[in-house]
Nanobody
């Protein structure tokens, strides 16, 4: 069973930086894709970025050039967020998508608030 635990959220002023962490317990497979999503109050959960086991990354247009997703050699994934804007305020969720068996795992979320 896979468990995901996020940390690193908080309150920051516009233009500031935060780094989110996602600790993964359980085995990871080479076909797994890990990513970050976010959900602002009253809005749907949106994809932010993802990374494959081969370290191929993809970003939503709204965060491209400001956010960086990366993984370490252990079961950790991170989201470095720079030049934060008030519209980045949301609960950020760590996600793992597995193709075999087909599974989708979520963390509990961490709040990021950017003040203007």
């Amino acid at each position: 069973q896979v468990q995901l635990v996020e940390s690193g959220g908080g309150l920051v002023q516009a233009g500031g930086s935060l780094r989110l962490s996602c600790a993964v317990s359980g085995p990871l497979y080479s076909s797994d894709v890990m990513g970050w999503y976010r959900q602002a109050p009253g809005k749907q959960r949106d994809w932010v970025a993802d990374i494959t086991s081969g370290r191929i990354t993809n970003y939503a247009d709204s965060v491209k050039g400001r956010f960086t997703i990366f993984r370490d050699s252990a079961n950790g994934m991170y989201l470095q967020m720079n030049s934060l804007k008030p519209e980045d305020t949301a609960v950020y969720y760590c996600n793992l998508q597995r193709s075999r068996p087909r599974s989708n795992y979520w963390g509990q979320g961490t709040q990021v608030t950017v003040s203007s």
